[in-house]
T-cell receptor, first 113, second 115 residues
Framework: AQSVTQLGSHVSVSEGALVLLRCNYS??????LFWYVQYPNQGLQLLLK??????LVKGINGFEAEFKKSETSFHLTKPSAHMSDAAEYFC???????????FGQGTELSVKP | GAGVSQSPSNKVTEKGKDVELRCDPI?????LYWYRQRLGQGLEFLIY????????KSGLPSDRFSAERTGESVSTLTIQRTQQEDSAVYLC?????????????FGQGTRLTVV
């Protein structure tokens, strides 16, 4: 069965510091991997997705993620945090097209001034 | 419409009442998903539609929950005899089955409060 694990339910960084949100997946076949962001009282917005075209994926708002098959990881990074990055971040996996997305438990990112 | 639309945005209901939540997917999207998000928790999968059939409804928590979809259009999630533990945000998403690498687009959700 597919699953994703997000390490750390809460991450706090200072404005301007590196953001690193961790995601590990388990899948028996190469998956599609996604990072979504949820701002307070809003729906989910896609940040970026991995679809095997390139291992380093760039997304919106300066975020990027690297697919590492050897580590079964898809960690999300941003070089310099901004106050507006404070939100809940979800990693998700899907095997192939169609079928359900399996979400991690989410990581709440706080950004301190 | 341009995005996934859900209605109502907020619903307060008395324990024991039935509620119906509606989702209008993006036009042309054959896949539709319902998720539940309890306060401070992740997204819990409920049901997946491909067209008007539901190949995966493994996440429906009890027989009080049901969902249907008309063609490749509107879906309704019905909760009968609501309980307080049903209080959550119910999110709907849609995607193209082919192409677009499976990206799912989410609605704003319906916040259900059972009192």
């Amino acid at each position: 069965a597919q699953s994703v694990t997000q390490l750390g339910s809460h991450v706090s960084v200072s404005e301007g510091a590196l953001v690193l949100l961790r995601c590990n997946y388990s899948s028996s076949v190469p998956p599609y991997l996604f990072w979504y962001v949820q701002y307070p009282n809003q729906g989910l917005q896609l940040l970026l997705k991995y679809t095997s075209a390139a291992t380093l994926v760039k997304g919106i708002n300066g975020f990027e993620a690297e697919f590492k098959k050897s580590e079964t990881s898809f960690h999300l990074t941003k070089p310099s945090a901004h106050m507006s990055d404070a939100a809940e971040y979800f990693c998700a996996v899907r095997r192939g097209q169609g079928g359900k997305l399996i979400f991690g438990q989410g990581t709440e990112l706080s950004v301190k001034p | 419409g341009a995005g996934v639309s859900q209605s109502p945005s907020n619903k307060v209901t008395e324990k024991g009442k039935d509620v119906e939540l509606r989702c209008d997917p993006i036009s042309g999207h054959t896949a539709l998903y319902w998720y539940r998000q309890r306060l401070g928790q992740g997204l819990e999968f409920l049901i997946y539609f491909q067209g008007n059939s539901a190949p995966d409804k493994s996440g429906l928590p009890s027989d009080r929950f049901s969902a249907e979809r008309t063609g490749e259009s509107v879906s309704t999630l019905t909760i009968q005899r609501t309980q307080q533990e049903d209080s959550a945000v119910y999110l709907c998403a849609s995607s193209l089955t082919r192409g677009n690498d499976g990206e799912a687009f989410f609605g704003q959700g319906t916040r259900l409060t059972v009192v």
